[in-house]
């Protein structure tokens, strides 16, 4: 180090000489801290693997990130089945919405169960919280580098509102937006409007949690090229979809691209359940777990039990939506009761799920008593003809995309089974000849429609709710038996008006590798792979 502290002073001592006459005398010892600083500088180039200066005012790894170093820039993960599209307007199983996370965005998203703001860069309203107006980031841009306006959100909207695969429903909230749907009204009545870089919504009534609704997949705008191509505006692109893979590459036009520190997204299609878990023990995919791989049922155990695994709590219920009200069983509001008082949730969250997970509403195994009353409910009304059909024809369930969705069903069909010899036919997919009876089905919080399940959600305070409702649905004391009552006697409207059955609130189940940070699953079933880096 010194030969080379010397070799600099005697290059800078011998130019100084040759340009004595323009240059100025200066202390020796300012001549050795420039020198230093010199010799610093080189040596800091020379070394490799080094952060650049960039991220290291990012501050990723406050205090230690001088002493970090890059070690990957790409991650495997694993899907069970390609996605039937990639529009954020669609609806979406959760492994769809996974993917679809990483190459959209919205004006808000939810960050460790606070609102975020992503696109926007403000949101305010008026005193009555009718009228939002959302000020869009001036350096927006689509994944082809032309610019983000709020007229894109505009259209987008729109065509969110009149699409047949969309959910539309989820924004008639907004000012005359039903009607657009249904096609009475033009675009022109509908409650949002763009000018310039700030989109102002006018809904039906005040909605004080607005920010919290706006997290949803359809707020995220689309856009494509004139021959069809898709545009993100995401920290993902696109890059390649085959039947065994599907590539993602960092949008270089994202907005905040500088924070995205893994570059390379493999998701591997592996429809089969163990198979996946057993590629991350090889080391083929760097983390398994929901939203985008649901863990095997006969590997869950052996999961919770080892040191690589994270569970995090979701706002989603399972639940069992009722969907032939004409078959004799389910078209009364006593028996579709009397059918939810026979489910035992808390041994499909203790013994199938295995995670953490809870029943929801809290409530206990049901008794022989509260069985055999339920059962005498049910025969109640039916002669022994409707009861001999009911056992000659299958009554058809369907179930989920997953094993331990399936399994789930399969419980709810014994508990079932063991009231009313009811011979049921249970599916994947509904039969195009029969009329489905019941589905085992998940919902995903905020959403803003009596057909959806808003009212029930608290997330940790963003949502307006009662405390009542906070309380079942994430209970933090023991309740007393008077608010547990009430609280029984506030979820009787589900069965009974909506008839929804519901079972448990669902955890994220996790297993990655440690040196893997930034992992988090928010209470949505959001999880954002530009958070995550490799140390």
Same mark, same amino acid.
């Given at each position: 180090? #010194?030969?080379?502290?010397?070799?600099? /002073?005697?290059?800078?001592?011998?130019?100084?000489?040759?340009?004595?006459?323009?240059?100025?005398?200066?202390?020796?010892?300012?001549?050795?801290?420039?020198?230093?600083? #010199?010799?610093?500088?080189?040596?800091?180039?020379?070394?490799?693997?080094?952060?650049?200066?960039?991220?290291?005012?990012?501050?990723?790894?406050?205090?230690?990130?001088?002493?970090?170093?890059?070690?990957?820039?790409?991650?495997?993960?694993?899907?069970?089945?390609?996605?039937?599209?990639?529009? $954020?307007?669609?609806?979406?199983?959760?492994?769809?919405?996974?993917?679809?996370?990483?190459?959209?965005?919205?004006?808000?998203?939810?960050?460790?169960?606070?609102?975020?703001?992503?696109?926007?860069?403000?949101?305010?309203?008026?005193?009555?919280?009718?009228?939002?107006?959302?000020?869009?980031?001036?350096?927006?841009?689509?994944?082809?580098?032309? /610019?983000?306006?709020?007229?894109?959100?505009?259209?987008?909207?729109?065509?969110?509102?009149?699409? $047949?695969?969309?959910?539309?429903?989820?924004?008639?909230?907004?000012?005359?937006?039903?009607?657009?749907?249904?096609?009475?009204?033009?675009?022109?009545?509908?409650?949002?409007?763009?000018?310039?870089?700030?989109?102002?919504?006018?809904?039906?009534?005040?909605?004080?949690?607005? $920010?919290?609704?706006?997290?949803? *997949?359809?707020?995220? $705008?689309?856009?494509?090229?004139?021959?069809?191509?898709?545009?993100?505006?995401?920290?993902?692109?696109?890059? *390649?979809?085959?039947?065994?893979?599907?590539?993602?590459?960092?949008?270089?036009?994202?907005?905040?691209?500088?924070?995205?520190?893994?570059?390379?997204?493999?998701?591997?299609?592996?429809?089969?359940?163990?198979?996946?878990?057993?590629?991350?023990?090889?080391?083929?995919?760097?983390?398994?777990?929901?939203?985008?791989?649901?863990?095997?049922?006969?590997?869950?155990?052996?999961?919770?039990?080892?040191?690589?695994?994270?569970?995090?709590?979701?706002?989603?219920?399972?639940? +069992?939506?009722?969907?032939?009200?004409?078959?004799?069983?389910?078209?009364?509001?006593?028996?579709?009761?009397?059918?939810?008082?026979?489910?035992?949730?808390?041994?499909?969250?203790?013994?199938?799920?295995?995670?953490? *997970?809870?029943?929801?509403?809290?409530?206990?195994?049901?008794?022989?008593?509260?069985?055999?009353?339920?059962?005498?409910?049910?025969?109640?009304?039916?002669?022994?003809?409707?009861?001999?059909?009911?056992?000659?024809?299958?009554?058809?369930?369907?179930?989920?995309?997953?094993?331990?969705?399936?399994?789930?069903?399969? *419980?709810?069909?014994?508990?079932?089974?063991?009231?009313?010899? +009811?011979?049921?036919?249970?599916?994947?997919?509904?039969?195009?000849?029969?009329?489905?009876?019941?589905?085992?089905?998940?919902?995903?919080?905020?959403?803003?429609?009596?057909?959806?399940?808003?009212?029930?959600?608290?997330?940790?305070?963003?949502?307006?709710?009662?405390?009542?409702?906070?309380?079942?649905?994430?209970?933090?004391?023991?309740?007393?038996?008077?608010?547990?009552?009430?609280?029984?006697?506030?979820?009787?409207?589900?069965?009974?008006?909506?008839?929804?059955?519901?079972?448990?609130?669902?955890?994220?189940?996790?297993?990655?590798?440690?040196?893997?940070?930034?992992?988090?699953?928010?209470?949505?079933?959001? #999880?954002?792979?530009?958070?995550?880096?490799?140390?």
């Amino acid at each position: 180090m #010194m030969r080379f502290i010397r070799t600099l /002073r005697s290059f800078y001592i011998t130019k100084r000489r040759k340009t004595r006459a323009a240059a100025s005398y200066r202390q020796p010892a300012i001549v050795l801290a420039a020198l230093l600083f #010199m010799a610093s500088t080189i040596l800091s180039a020379c070394q490799k693997n080094k952060l650049n200066s960039i991220e290291e005012k990012l501050g990723k790894d406050q205090g230690t990130i001088e002493q970090q170093t890059v070690k990957r820039r790409d991650l495997n993960v694993a899907i069970a089945a390609l996605p039937r599209h990639q529009r $954020p307007e669609f609806a979406q199983t959760l492994t769809e919405k996974a993917l679809i996370d990483q190459l959209y965005e919205g004006p808000v998203t939810f960050h460790n169960n606070r609102i975020r703001l992503q696109q926007a860069e403000k949101i305010t309203s008026n005193a009555a919280k009718t009228v939002w107006t959302i000020k869009l980031r001036p350096d927006l841009r689509w994944s082809d580098g032309s /610019r983000i306006t709020a007229e894109d959100y505009r259209q987008s909207w729109l065509r969110y509102l009149t699409e $047949p695969e969309a959910e539309a429903y989820r924004a008639w909230i907004i000012l005359n937006a039903e009607a657009f749907t249904q096609g009475k009204v033009t675009a022109e009545k509908v409650g949002i409007k763009a000018q310039d870089d700030t989109l102002t919504l006018t809904l039906q009534r005040p909605l004080p949690n607005l $920010p919290a609704w706006l997290t949803q *997949s359809f707020f995220c $705008p689309s856009k494509f090229t004139a021959d069809g191509k898709a545009l993100y505006n995401g920290a993902y692109q696109l890059s *390649s979809v085959s039947e065994k893979d599907i590539k993602l590459q960092a949008n270089r036009f994202y907005w905040d691209e500088v924070n995205v520190w893994l570059k390379d997204i493999n998701i591997k299609v592996i429809p089969d359940e163990i198979q996946a878990y057993e590629a991350y023990h090889t080391g083929i995919i760097d983390f398994i777990g929901e939203p985008f791989y649901a863990i095997a049922k006969d590997r869950r155990a052996a999961a919770v039990s080892s040191a690589e695994h994270l569970t995090f709590p979701l706002a989603r219920l399972g639940y +069992i939506k009722l969907e032939n009200l004409k078959h004799p069983l389910f078209a009364a509001a006593e028996k579709r009761q009397a059918l939810y008082t026979l489910l035992d949730a808390p041994f499909q969250a203790r013994v199938i799920l295995q995670d953490g *997970s809870a029943a929801w509403p809290q409530r206990l195994t049901p008794d022989q008593a509260m069985r055999q009353q339920a059962t005498e409910t049910l025969k109640k009304g039916l002669s022994a003809a409707d009861l001999e059909s009911l056992t000659d024809n299958s009554t058809v369930g369907v179930g989920g995309q997953t094993i331990l969705e399936n399994r789930l069903l399969v *419980s709810v069909s014994k508990d079932w089974l063991n009231a009313l010899r +009811i011979r049921f036919h249970l599916l994947r997919v509904a039969p195009p000849d029969k009329p489905v009876d019941f589905r085992y089905c998940t919902e995903q919080a905020p959403t803003d429609s009596p057909d959806s399940l808003l009212q029930l959600w608290s997330l940790r305070h963003m949502l307006q709710l009662d405390k009542k409702t906070e309380q079942a649905v994430w209970p933090t004391s023991e309740l007393s038996d008077a608010e547990e009552a009430e609280l029984q006697q506030l979820w009787q409207k589900l069965p009974t008006e909506l008839a929804l059955l519901p079972l448990t609130t669902r955890f994220a189940l996790i297993m990655t590798r440690p040196n893997l940070v930034g992992v988090n699953v928010d209470k949505t079933g959001r #999880m954002l792979l530009s958070d995550l880096q490799w140390r």
